[in-house]
């Protein structure tokens, strides 16, 4: 506990990574174009990894890379020099899972930073020592561990071996992301970052004879969504973790949006800090369990951190839950208007928050509203437009950045 702890945020695309800086976290992990677990977030190539890791390093925060997919011989001929690219570029890490690319990279990059993927499966000390001993800076652990488990690994592995764990996101129905059933169901490897996730579709049961004929798989008419999980959270228990021993708080979400990124960042953000200021009997502010509602989210667990969870992990539903989404970006404040751009329509007169970064969102009612020439609206009804409305509705300026939401209860 003398060490604060690491919030990792995801990063998805240029967006996403300046959003996760400028709401707290300490390090960012982000994909290029190849030998990543998510193929569709891969956007950073070569030049653009080089700005990325330039702004981080910046604002003194890290950036670590995914080169975490088991690849085939054939995609070893590109490897090498992939990774001397990325250290250019000036990337902190790499996250690694098959032993090939661990002793490639070694080879390619003396003194690269390596972190052990969770992909890698991680579960009991004799493990990460191995890790520790072929050169890993850090393991991620498996996401099926408890606060037991992981205090135990940290007893008995080397103090300058550092420990990740998942605290927020989607929970993969797969032993640590280890799947074939997207390759086998819909031909795209999940090994390969291209996971269709079929462990959220709806199934039901169907005789050979009677084809056609679904029936459910328990007693719900609707059927269920028997391989479908929770999400994890672990935001009310930054104590706990911190007494095992744990050195990075991951959180899950390179597809997920901007809004996401801000608001869930922002939220561990704040609980670590928070916790370090005052750790004797510390609890969650509660209005912080609120924020991670307000994004798009399935039914939050604790997953396994306190032992296998014999009820309250299956998910009967694929869908989301949704309270709020983002309504507007701050751009600036001048002239006493606070100048936005337009993500989602509202109207004047309507309640919305601000969010910004290290602070409790702020609700206020827009009026005023005025388009980019300065002409009187109702509502900001053209997407991406620009508008501004009078800085006199809040408590103070809004730094560039903060993102204004409207709730879409109702």
């Known amino acids: 506990m003398n060490q604060k702890m690491e919030v990792l945020s995801p990063a998805g695309d240029f967006e996403r990574l300046e959003t996760a800086l400028r709401y707290g976290a ?3 992990y982000l994909g290029s174009t190849a030998y990543g677990m998510r193929a569709s977030a891969a956007s950073f190539d070569l030049p653009a990894l080089e700005r990325a890791c330039a702004l981080a390093h910046g604002m003194g925060k890290r950036v670590y890379l995914t080169c975490n997919t088991l690849p085939r011989n054939d995609e070893f001929d590109g490897l090498p020099a992939f990774l001397r690219g990325a250290a250019d570029a000036g990337v902190d890490a790499f996250i690694v899972t098959d032993l090939g690319v661990l002793s490639l990279l070694r ?17 009991n000390y004799r493990a990460a020592r191995e890790f520790y001993r072929m050169g890993a800076k850090r393991v991620v652990l498996a996401r099926e561990l408890s606060l037991d488990e992981i205090a135990e690994i940290r007893d008995k592995t080397p103090p300058e071996l550092e420990i990740e764990v998942f605290v927020h996101g989607a929970m993969c129905l797969s032993f640590s992301g280890r799947c074939v059933l997207s390759n086998y169901m819909a031909s795209r490897d999940a090994n390969r970052g291209q996971c269709a996730q079929p462990c959220r579709w709806k199934y039901a049961l169907m005789e050979e004879k009677r084809p056609g004929q679904y029936f459910p798989v328990f007693e719900d008419e609707e059927g269920t969504y028997i391989l479908n999980a929770k999400d994890l959270c672990l935001l009310p228990y930054i104590d706990k ?3 095992a021993g744990v050195t990075s708080l ?4 390179r597809a997920k949006s901007a809004y996401y990124v801000a608001a869930v960042t922002n939220a561990y953000r704040i609980a670590v800090d928070d916790f370090y200021a ?9 209005w912080l369990s609120d ?18 969870p014999e009820a309250g992990q299956r998910y009967e539903q694929n869908g989301y839950i949704r309270l709020t989404d983002v309504a507007a970006v701050v751009e600036r404040v001048e002239d006493g208007r606070v100048y936005c751009t337009q993500k989602n329509r509202f109207f004047d007169g309507d309640t919305l928050e601000l969010l910004e970064p290290g602070k409790q969102p702020v609700p206020f009612t827009v009026t005023g509203l005025q388009n980019g020439d300065g002409e009187p609206i109702s509502d900001t009804r053209h997407p991406a437009m620009a508008f501004s409305f009078p800085l006199s509705l809040l408590p103070h300026p809004p730094a560039a950045g903060s993102m204004i939401r409207k709730n879409l209860e109702g």
């Open 26 to 28: 300490d390090a960012v």
């Open 107 to 123: 080879e390619m990059v003396p003194g690269a930073e390596i972190h052990i993927s969770t992909q890698a499966g991680v579960v």
């Open 241 to 243: 973790l911190a007494a």
């Open 250 to 253: 991951k959180i899950e979400g």
């Open 278 to 286: 005052r750790p004797e009997g510390w609890q969650l502010p509660g």
């Open 291 to 308: 924020e991670v509602r307000k994004v798009s989210h399935r039914d939050y667990s604790a997953g396994f951190l306190f032992g296998r």
